[in-house]
Nanobody, 122 residues
Framework: QVQLVESGGVLVQAGGSLRPSCAAAGRTFSSRAMGWFRQASGKEREVVAHIKWSGDYTYYADSVKGRFTLSRDNAKNMVYLQMNSLKPEDTAVYYC???????????????WGQGTQVTVSS
């Protein structure tokens, strides 16, 4: 079992930065892939980025590549999403997820947090 709690979502102006974090509880955190997803109002949930358990492989969606950086600290059971150069289209509820293996299928992730709202004003 893995419990996930996101924090750090706020209202920010376009061009600004945020660093939401995800705290994980559970003994198997360090052996699991971690991901960040987002869901804008009226749209389907989509992958933002995910990272292998070891931290040596990270995937980014084209829409955030070069602006967002995903990292993990296995000693602290934490995952961070550094978001720079934010755009209004980044507005969404951001979810942290954990899974045994990396997968591009959103429905394939086993554990989810409750989400944190990120709003980018123009």
């Amino acid at each position: 079992q893995v419990q996930l709690v996101e924090s750090g979502g706020v209202l920010v102006q376009a061009g600004g930065s945020l660093r939401p974090s995800c705290a994980a509880a559970g003994r198997t955190f360090s052996s699991r892939a971690m991901g960040w997803f987002r869901q804008a109002s009226g749209k389907e949930r989509e992958v933002v980025a995910h990272i292998k358990w070891s931290g040596d492989y990270t995937y980014y969606a084209d829409s955030v590549k070069g602006r967002f950086t995903l990292s993990r600290d296995n000693a602290k059971n934490m995952v961070y999403l550094q978001m720079n150069s934010l755009k209004p289209e980044d507005t969404a509820v951001y979810y942290c997820a954990a899974n045994k293996l990396l997968t591009m299928a959103t429905g394939g992730w086993q554990y989810w947090g409750q989400g944190t709202q990120v709003t980018v004003s123009s």
